[in-house]
Structures are given as structure tokens and as C-alpha cells.
């Protein structure tokens, strides 16, 4: 019976054979790879509204600020005619002292705590939160004198030197608040309705434009002169001012309005009046001092993707005053009488 031989391989045979085992392996172990990667969460990627430290998008930017000297000069105030109310009323609410701070806004984001992204100061009434209502705030103590509830707000101002992330510094108290009620260069006040709710400026400026900017940043010392867009660089011995102007114009019907502004409209710039079916309601007018580190070294608080702009400053009021207290206010404008 015949022997039957094997025949071995050729060295090219076996380098063959050897290099498919090789790249099968690499094919297994991506497959078993790609399957497990397929399966890990993302990695995170930071957003503009992180707000941990070093946050890129935190804000503000020295191109934020600016030598007061550069404000451009205040628009002339319209003259008063012979129906103006020229008095004014100064509410006496101190300048929070006792540190009643919160990041909520019932007006605009009520029932929503932290509904604002931001830390707001408050004086006045005590107890004013996310849930706030015209019952609880009537049922609060309040800081100001002459038993005024109503709630008086806007956000911090901070010592940003140091400082990272969104709304991070040391927040600084006002050195002063002045909350004084004016009149109208055209016309008598009437009363403000109770619960009457009022804003003034747009925290959403920056993103959404200027059209509602209304604050006004300046120094103490130097008169007539303002910035909206960028925070002023103030002489030495003088202290950042924030103007913060309400409107006063009101539809005679509505406390409030669904974007909150619709009800209570600003008066015409050049003449003061009033727009046809509106009536003048006292003019309340915020007026914040600080002491600021020198140099571009402070900035108020704001939603993260405003990244802190001084032209997103904005504030916030709801009337609790008692009637009587109101009808003595409007005495005074109309009279032209300074009370307080």
C-alpha cells in the first residue's frame, strides 16, 4: 500500500496564515471595544450656562467698562407745564441691611424659586419670595417707614476681584437706596392701584436687544452723565450710581399684564406726556450708591448667557402701600411738596 506524504507549508504559506490570525484578532477586539464604547454616556461638554468656577462665559469683560468721562450727556429732562406735579415722595426703607437676598422673581417667575438665575436685594417688605402674593405680602413686616409693604428689589451688585464662575464675588451693599416718587411734567399723579406690579430695564438685553434697556450707570460728583451699556469707571472718592427709572404711565385698569410692561408705560421722552387712554401714576425712581474696588472690578448679577452686561441691570416694584399712605404721596407730587 502506497505512503501517503503530507506536505508541509512554504515559509510564504505560514506568514499568510499568521497575519490572517492577526488581523482577525484586531477586527474582535475593535467590535468588543466599539460595542462597550457604544454603551459609556457622553462626555460632558461645559455650556453657556455652567456656572462652575472658571466658567469661560462667566463675564464681565473690560471692554464692559469706561471712564464716566466717555458717558454720553443725559437728554433734557421735558419742561414742566401748568398742570405738572412737581413734588416728590422719598420712601424710607433702609438699604438691606439685614441681607434679605434670594434668587426669585414672583412678578415675572411666580412660584418658580430660583425662577431669576440671580440674586436679588430687597427692601421693604419682609417676606417677599418666589411665592408671593398680594396676601402674603400685605400680612409681612416691612423695612420701610410709615407701614409701607410694598417690595422694592433689583440684583446684586459683587466685588468680582478673584472671582470665578457665574454671579460669584462678594456682593456689596448700597451704600445708600433713595426711592423717590415723582411726578409729571405734564399733568397730576393719580394713585397707583393696589398690587400694581412694575419693572424697569430687560435682564434679557444683551440677547435680546435694547429696545426695553433702561438703567442708567454713573459717579457720584459728576452730573449729567450716564452709561446704559457699559459700567463707569469712577474719579477717585466717588461711588458708582445706579439710576433705575420706572414708568408711569397706567392703563386705569390693570394691575398687571402678561409681559408685565403693557399696563405701565414710560411717558414721551420730549414732552412727558402720557399716551391717550393712560393716566400719570407717581414716578418711582431707584437710586444706588456703592463703594467699588477701583478699576474693572465689580458687575451686577444676570442670567448666564447675559455674561453680567450692565446693560441687562433691571428692577423690580409691587405696591402694598396702605391707601391712606398713597393718597398722601399723591398730595405731595401734586401739591409740589417735598415729603418723605
Same mark, same amino acid.
Given at each position: 500500500?502506497?505512503?501517503?506524504?503530507?506536505?508541509?507549508?512554504?515559509?510564504?504559506?505560514?506568514?499568510?496564515?499568521?497575519?490572517?490570525?492577526?488581523?482577525?484578532?484586531?477586527?474582535?477586539?475593535?467590535?468588543?471595544?466599539?460595542?462597550?464604547?457604544?454603551?459609556?454616556?457622553?462626555?460632558?461638554?461645559?455650556?453657556?450656562?455652567?456656572?462652575?468656577?472658571?466658567?469661560?462665559?462667566?463675564?464681565?469683560?473690560?471692554?464692559?467698562?469706561?471712564?464716566?468721562?466717555?458717558?454720553?450727556?443725559?437728554?433734557?429732562?421735558?419742561?414742566?407745564?401748568?398742570?405738572?406735579?412737581?413734588?416728590?415722595?422719598?420712601?424710607?426703607?433702609?438699604?438691606?441691611?439685614?441681607?434679605?437676598?434670594?434668587?426669585?422673581?414672583?412678578?415675572?417667575?411666580?412660584?418658580?424659586?430660583?425662577?431669576?438665575?440671580?440674586?436679588?436685594?430687597?427692601?421693604?417688605?419682609?417676606?417677599?419670595?418666589?411665592?408671593?402674593?398680594?396676601?402674603?405680602?400685605?400680612?409681612?413686616?416691612?423695612?420701610?417707614?410709615?407701614?409701607?409693604?410694598?417690595?422694592?428689589?433689583?440684583?446684586?451688585?459683587?466685588?468680582?476681584?478673584?472671582?470665578?464662575?457665574?454671579?460669584?464675588?462678594?456682593?456689596?451693599?448700597?451704600?445708600?437706596?433713595?426711592?423717590?416718587?415723582? @411726578?409729571?411734567? #405734564?399733568? =397730576?399723579?393719580?394713585? *397707583?392701584?393696589?398690587?400694581?406690579?412694575?419693572?424697569? !430695564?430687560? &435682564?434679557? /438685553?444683551?440677547?435680546?436687544?435694547?429696545?426695553?434697556?433702561?438703567?442708567?450707570?454713573?459717579?457720584?460728583?459728576?452730573?449729567?452723565?450716564?452709561?446704559?451699556?457699559?459700567?463707569?469707571?469712577?474719579?477717585?472718592?466717588?461711588?458708582?450710581?445706579?439710576?433705575?427709572?420706572?414708568?408711569?404711565?397706567?392703563?386705569?385698569?390693570?394691575?398687571?399684564?402678561?409681559?408685565?410692561?403693557?399696563?405701565?408705560?414710560?411717558?414721551?421722552?420730549?414732552?412727558?406726556?402720557?399716551?391717550? @387712554?393712560?393716566? #400719570?401714576? =407717581?414716578?418711582?425712581? *431707584?437710586?444706588?450708591?456703592?463703594?467699588?474696588?477701583? !478699576?474693572? &472690578?465689580? /458687575?451686577?448679577?444676570?442670567?448666564?448667557?447675559?455674561?453680567?452686561?450692565?446693560?441687562?441691570?433691571?428692577?423690580?416694584?409691587?405696591?402694598?402701600?396702605?391707601?391712606?399712605?398713597?393718597?398722601?404721596?399723591?398730595?405731595?407730587?401734586?401739591?409740589?411738596?417735598?415729603?418723605?
Amino acid at each position: 500500500m502506497p505512503t501517503h506524504h503530507r506536505r508541509r507549508p512554504g515559509g510564504t504559506h505560514l506568514v499568510l496564515v499568521a497575519l490572517l490570525a492577526l488581523l482577525g484578532s484586531a477586527a474582535a477586539f475593535a467590535a468588543v471595544t466599539g460595542s462597550a464604547s457604544a454603551h459609556q454616556a457622553p462626555s460632558s461638554v461645559p455650556s453657556a450656562t455652567d456656572n462652575g468656577p472658571g466658567h469661560a462665559h462667566a463675564g464681565p469683560s473690560p471692554a464692559d467698562f469706561a471712564d464716566i468721562r466717555r458717558a454720553p450727556r443725559d437728554a433734557p429732562a421735558p419742561a414742566p407745564g401748568p398742570e405738572a406735579s412737581t413734588g416728590t415722595f422719598t420712601a424710607r426703607c433702609g438699604r438691606n441691611g439685614n441681607g434679605h437676598r434670594n434668587p426669585d422673581n414672583f412678578i415675572v417667575t411666580p412660584g418658580v424659586a430660583n425662577g431669576a438665575h440671580h440674586v436679588h436685594d430687597y427692601v421693604g417688605n419682609l417676606s417677599t419670595d418666589a411665592f408671593s402674593t398680594d396676601i402674603s405680602l400685605q400680612a409681612s413686616g416691612t423695612t420701610c417707614a410709615r407701614g409701607d409693604k410694598s417690595a422694592y428689589f433689583w440684583p446684586v451688585l459683587r466685588d468680582v476681584r478673584g472671582s470665578g464662575g457665574q454671579n460669584s464675588g462678594r456682593i456689596l451693599t448700597p451704600d445708600s437706596v433713595a426711592l423717590t416718587f415723582r @411726578g409729571n411734567p #405734564a399733568a =397730576p399723579v393719580t394713585a *397707583m392701584p393696589e398690587g400694581l406690579r412694575a419693572i424697569t !430695564g430687560d &435682564a434679557k /438685553a444683551f440677547t435680546a436687544g435694547t429696545a426695553n434697556a433702561r438703567a442708567r450707570w454713573g459717579c457720584t460728583g459728576v452730573a449729567g452723565r450716564h452709561f446704559t451699556d457699559r459700567y463707569p469707571l469712577c474719579p477717585r472718592g466717588s461711588r458708582v450710581v445706579r439710576l433705575l427709572d420706572f414708568p408711569s404711565c397706567w392703563d386705569g385698569q390693570h394691575p398687571d399684564s402678561a409681559d408685565h410692561r403693557s399696563h405701565l408705560r414710560f411717558p414721551d421722552a420730549a414732552s412727558g406726556r402720557c399716551a391717550a @387712554g393712560t393716566v #400719570a401714576v =407717581p414716578q418711582l425712581r *431707584m437710586e444706588l450708591a456703592y463703594t467699588v474696588p477701583r !478699576g474693572p &472690578a465689580f /458687575a451686577v448679577d444676570s442670567f448666564p448667557e447675559q455674561l453680567r452686561k450692565p446693560v441687562t441691570d433691571h428692577a423690580d416694584f409691587a405696591d402694598v402701600m396702605p391707601r391712606q399712605l398713597m393718597a398722601t404721596v399723591v398730595r405731595c407730587i401734586d401739591e409740589g411738596r417735598r415729603c418723605g
